[in-house]
């Protein structure tokens, strides 16, 4: 169990892939597509330096946001070079404001921390809009001489406000515990600003990670000791401690009627001990906050048993997206510990038998994803259901559970579901999908009697036939024909990938999977067909290594991969005429 739990808690899975309907023909065959290396001209850099030298303001200041640009592009195009120029630009007081911030912005992304003390001067003599984009970066890279800077801030009564809440935030990105008092009095002035005074909160409790709990009470004891900032400051205050003074005080907070107070308390205690929360988990499971009741599920889950798992089980029907979808992962992982995966069947076929369309959608994938092939039937009768997400969701599930029984009225199903899309009505978008999942399970399957349907999907005219469907009726074509070479078949799928000149053209997932379905079923006849779509170089693109995979099936020599292609990325402010 406890293995199980850490995988949960670092949000990875050893084994099982994610709970989603996906197609079988998008990794069937496995390819591999090699990472694109992206790369600037070093030309480009040429020429932008040399910009960046110019008087003007405009090429000065488009200078350097090419340069940040570039540099976030191409981390190894070598901009560091320009740094020198852009410190000059930066501190020059003949520098137009908007190349000055603009160089400050490249200098912030080049992370030019030897330019740290030049960046401070200018960001203290040319105004605060550069200060907002330099300061950051300086409390990032613990630059020590701005620490006095920010806590001086602190004490002037006449600091602009947006400069405090700068100060505030940087000591707190800096790690400068020594600013905690002075933090803790902004938070108790009621004269202050909410906003400043919840940030002030908000930092105090980075900085400090024990003994605020005295002060959190005494800014609840504050006039207002009710108002919504106050007990937001409070738990603000005390969000990294620990200890039973604290656990005390959270548990006061996660209780609030404010979500933004409650969810808070809730994820310091979880982190602390999710056996504190298991207490408040009933209630906190039905708050209207999503991030509530995402905490109370994420308790259960990493202190499971059978009645939790059934709490958990109703967040199934969950109307935000994406906790009904976080809690289906959870429970399909937590279905490994032995004594839950009963229970969580259980709870999913209670869902699955009822009638809310989240819990259906939810239950149907979980249940496939468990290969529950008693769900096999229900999911047949929701293939009709009257939302497009649980027909997606019933069709896949069952292609995953793959139940002979059920192939005669998924047939009746896909061939109702064609004649539909073939009719002069305009059908709902989802029916693609759902179809596509369904002809996929006759491939799967091997299912002869879907043939007739699935070599209708072939011709390129029955454009209605959607971007899924077809390209799924001719991967589960090779299926059914595979290592029995058919050639009138084969020919029909070699005129798909050939169709590159008509108007429109044949789309790619037809043509892919026309060369992978001729290369599964040994058709040698098209060989040179399909080697001349591939290509010589192979590009790294999923199409041409499709044709490859197909050539290698054919003729069984070994092709190598392509390399990682590099790109590069125009319309820059200034390229060369030729590169």
Same mark, same amino acid.
């Given at each position: ?15 099982? %892939? ?47 946001? %090419? ?98 809440? @700068? %100060? ?59 108002? +919504? ?8 205050? +005390? ?38 929360? @298991? ?71 209670? +869902? ?100 007739? @349907? ?126």
């Amino acid at each position: 169990m406890t293995t199980v739990l850490l995988f949960l808690l670092a949000g990875a899975s050893p084994a099982r %892939a994610e709970v989603r309907s996906s197609f079988l023909m998008d990794g069937d065959p496995e390819i591999h597509v090699p990472p694109t290396i992206r790369r600037i001209s070093p030309t480009l850099k040429s020429l932008w330096f040399e910009a960046l030298a110019r008087p003007e303001a405009d090429m000065q200041r488009l200078a350097a946001d %090419a340069i940040m640009r570039g540099h976030a592009f191409d981390d190894k195009a070598g901009l560091e070079q320009a740094v020198p120029r852009l410190e000059t630009v930066l501190t020059n007081t003949a520098t137009h404001p908007s190349a000055r911030l603009a160089a400050a912005r490249a200098l912030v992304e080049l992370e030019a921390k030897a330019s740290a003390a030049s960046m401070a001067a200018s960001a203290e003599q040319f105004g605060a809009d550069l200060r907002q984009v330099i300061e950051p970066a300086l409390a990032q890279w613990d630059y020590r001489p701005m620490r006095d800077v920010w806590r001086a801030r602190l004490k002037e009564p006449q600091t602009h406000h947006r400069e405090l809440l @700068l %100060a505030v935030r940087c000591l707190a990105a800096a790690g400068d515990d020594s600013a905690a008092r002075d933090l803790l009095s902004i938070v108790h002035n009621a004269e202050r600003s909410v906003d400043l005074r919840i940030e002030a909160a908000r930092s105090a409790g980075i900085l400090v990670d024990k003994g605020l709990e005295t002060e959190a009470r005494a800014v609840m004891a504050n006039a207002g000791r009710a108002s +919504i900032a106050n007990r937001l400051c409070g738990v603000q205050m +005390i969000a990294r401690h620990a200890g039973d003074d604290a656990v005390s005080l959270l548990k006061e907070f996660a209780v609030d009627t404010e979500p933004a107070i409650a969810a808070i308390a809730l994820a310091r205690l979880v982190e602390i001990d999710p056996h504190l929360v @298991l207490p408040l988990s009933p209630t906190a499971i039905h708050n209207t906050d999503v991030k509530v009741r995402r905490l109370a599920a994420q308790a259960y889950v990493q202190v499971p048993d059978a009645s939790r798992v059934t709490a958990l089980a109703r967040l199934l029907n969950d109307p935000h997206p994406g906790v009904r979808h976080q809690v289906c992962e959870w429970l399909h992982e937590l279905s490994r510990i032995p004594e839950l995966d009963e229970p969580i069947r259980r709870c999913a076929t209670e +869902i699955l038998d009822g009638d809310d369309w989240r819990g259906l959608e939810q239950a149907s994938l979980l249940l496939a994803a468990l290969d529950h092939k008693a769900a096999a039937q229900r999911l047949v009768e929701l293939a009709d259901s009257g939302r497009g997400e649980v027909r997606i969701a019933a069709a896949w599930g069952s292609k995953m559970l793959a139940v002979p029984e059920t192939l005669p009225a998924l047939l009746t199903v896909a061939l109702r579901r064609t004649e539909t899309r073939m009719g002069n009505v305009p059908a709902p978008s989802d029916l693609d999908v759902q179809t596509a999942h369904l002809l996929e399970l006759f491939g799967k399957t091997k299912y002869r009697e879907a043939e007739p @349907l699935l070599k209708r999907y072939i011709p390129r005219e029955l454009v209605k036939m959607g971007v899924f469907s077809r390209p799924a009726a001719i991967w589960s074509l090779g299926h059914l024909h595979a290592g029995i070479p058919d050639e009138d078949l084969a020919k029909q799928l070699a005129a798909r990938i050939a169709d590159v000149n008509s108007s429109p053209s044949e789309v790619a997932p037809v043509r892919a999977m026309s060369a992978v379905s001729i290369g599964r079923m040994k058709a040698v006849s098209q060989t040179t067909l399909v080697r001349q779509f591939m290509g010589d170089p192979i590009v790294a693109d999923e199409l041409p290594l499709r044709f490859r995979w197909a050539v290698m099936e054919l003729t069984g020599e070994f092709i190598p991969e392509p390399t990682s292609p590099i790109v590069g990325k125009g319309g820059w402010f200034l390229e060369p005429l030729a590169q």
